[in-house]
């Protein structure tokens, strides 16, 4: 897992909006890291059944013929901020929370 993305110097800083979500209950939860760890531990845990399911889908593909006329496009806008930015959920426009993976 990566570290969070987040200085010091961002809390100090920070605008009086961002503030107010750093110091949130949730603000306050993500930058600990054992809750940060159980966190994204349970969130990588979902990926797995998706995984299965998306193998699946792909041997079907092959074995039906189908997998060079097909395109699959997978992306997420349930993204958290995990302690990224001392916040937890997503609520603002921010690299952390948009810039979901677009995989196809």
Do not use: Y
Not at 1 to 23: C, G, I, W, Y
Not at 80 to 90: A, I, L, S, V
Request: hydrophobic share 35%; with cysteine.
């Amino acid at each position: 897992m990566l570290p969070p993305v987040r200085s010091q110097d961002e809390f100090v800083n920070a605008h009086p909006v961002m503030k107010a979500r750093m110091t949130s209950q949730v603000g306050r939860a993500f930058p600990d890291d054992a809750t940060r760890e159980t966190m994204l531990r349970a969130c990588m845990g979902l990926i797995k059944p998706c995984d299965d399911r998306m193998g699946g889908l792909f041997e079907h593909l092959e074995r039906s013929g189908r997998n060079d006329v097909t395109l699959i496009v997978g992306t997420s806008d349930h993204r958290h901020f995990m302690g990224d930015h001392w916040t937890g959920e997503k609520t603002l426009f921010q690299n952390a929370a948009s810039r979901g993976p677009l995989i196809s």
